[in-house]
Structure formats: C-alpha cells, structure tokens
C-alpha cells in the first residue's frame, strides 16, 4: 500500500462547471476525512465517513458539495455549479480509528494524500 | 473550532533546537495531543502524539506540562527541510470526533 492517493492532482475548469475528486484511503482504514485548505491557512474540515457512513458535514459544505464512499473505502468529493470561490486545495486523509482500545502506534493518526488542487476560472 | 493556540510564526538558526509551543488549557483527561507538519504543497504529515508522559520518536520530541495544559514539540536539531506549518491538535481518545486543524505555526529554519 502506498497510501492516500488523490485524483487529479490539479483540475482547471470554468465556473458552473461540475467537478469531482476521488481519494484512495489505505485500505485497512476505517475512517476517511475531506477537508479544504486556501492558501494560507490550515485544513478545513469538511466531512468525514466511518466506513461507508457519513457522520458529519461542515456547515462550509454547501448544497453544491455531496461526497460519498460507497463501499467504505474510496471516496468521492463532487462539486456542482464551480465558484471561483471554490478553488482551494482539497485534501483527503484516511486513518484506523478503533474507538475505546487504547491509542497506540499508528493508530488513530491521519495520513493525508497529496491533495487535489481545483482552479476556478 | 480548534482547541488550541500556537504562535502564527517562528525563525529558528539551522542546527539548532526549535522548540514549538501550543496552548491547550481546555485539555481533558481523556484528551490526546498530536502535532503535524505540512511542508508547503503536501498534504500534512504525522509528527508525534501523547497524553501525559513525555514522547520521543525519530523526528521529535513531545513536551507535555504535569496540567498538561501546554506542550511543545522539539525539532533538536533543524535543518532546512524542516521549514514548515506545524499544527497541534488536541482529541479525545474515543475518536469519534472530526479533527480539527488551527492555523498552526509557521517555522522557518534560516541558513
């Protein structure tokens, strides 16, 4: 495993476009965060999964913002009708969460892929 | 929101400890604290994480005060590669929380 691959690395589009990210999580983990970055600043968190289930979403991600991991292991991050205000650095993070055993080496640690950088025209 | 405060930014001479601080005075007992570092256009890495105790590790080292309200990380020996963000995070060893990231410290290690 070679970690958290993010797909495309760089997209360009017009606004009102569609666009969408995948992300590979390394495949033993169970949990599987998106998060936004401008430049700047830090991480932005935007939602998160436990498996195939979404246990929450940023109030940041609008209507236009639907993200999905069907199987519970690649995740998708799909953005309707593209603002200029969307582009940013989109980053996926994966790691194994495993609740009330004590934390230990590895565990409970994002991994974070590359990021996929989104430009707005 | 994040539930810690670090400095925007920090120089540091090439070779020589730097020493990273973060405040985290809301910590509870069942809190964890972790440190990552985003080296400009990478996504953030794993640095080192505790609860109480001191920690080591090939990268750093962790310094967690007895309230354990404040920590710093200690690059001992800096080089140029290290210049970066470093982020502190604080979560609760449950971990069915979403992890939030603050602004972070921007370290600069100059030649």
């Known amino acids: 495993d070679t970690g958290v691959s993010q797909d495309p690395r760089h997209k360009i589009t017009k606004r009102g476009q569609n666009v969408t990210f995948r992300c590979d999580p390394i495949?033993?983990?169970?949990?599987l965060y998106w998060y936004r970055q401008t430049l700047g600043q830090g991480p932005e968190f935007l939602t998160y999964?436990?498996?195939?289930?979404?246990?929450?979403k940023s109030r940041l991600l609008s209507d236009r913002f639907s993200a999905e991991r069907p199987k519970g292991s690649f995740s998708t991050l799909e953005i309707q009708r593209t603002e200029q205000g969307d582009s940013a650095m989109y980053l996926c993070?994966?790691?194994?969460?495993?609740?009330?055993?004590?934390?230990?080496?590895?565990?409970?640690?994002?991994?974070f892929g590359a990021g996929s950088r989104l430009t707005v025209l | 929101d994040a539930k810690t405060t670090q400095p925007p930014s920090m120089d540091c001479a090439e070779g020589r400890a730097a020493n990273l601080p973060c405040n985290h005075s809301?910590?509870?007992?069942?809190?964890?604290v972790y440190w990552y570092r985003q080296i400009h256009s990478q996504g953030p890495q794993y640095i080192i994480h505790?609860?109480?105790n001191n920690e080591t590790n090939e990268m750093a080292s962790l310094i967690i005060t007895e309230d354990r309200k404040s920590s710093t990380l200690i690059l001992p020996h800096a080089t140029l590669r290290d210049t970066a963000v470093y982020y502190c995070?604080?979560?609760?060893?449950?971990?069915?929380?979403?992890?939030?990231f603050g602004p972070g410290t921007s370290l600069s290690v100059i030649p």
């Open positions: 995070i604080v979560r609760d060893k449950t971990s069915y929380d979403k992890v939030i």
């Open positions: 993070a994966s790691s194994l969460e495993r609740g009330w055993v004590q934390v230990s080496a590895g565990a409970n640690v994002l991994t």
């Open positions: 999964f436990q498996n195939e289930a979404q246990l929450e």
């Open positions: 505790g609860l109480k």
């Open positions: 809301t910590i509870s007992g069942n809190e964890y």
């Open positions: 495949s033993e983990h169970n949990r």
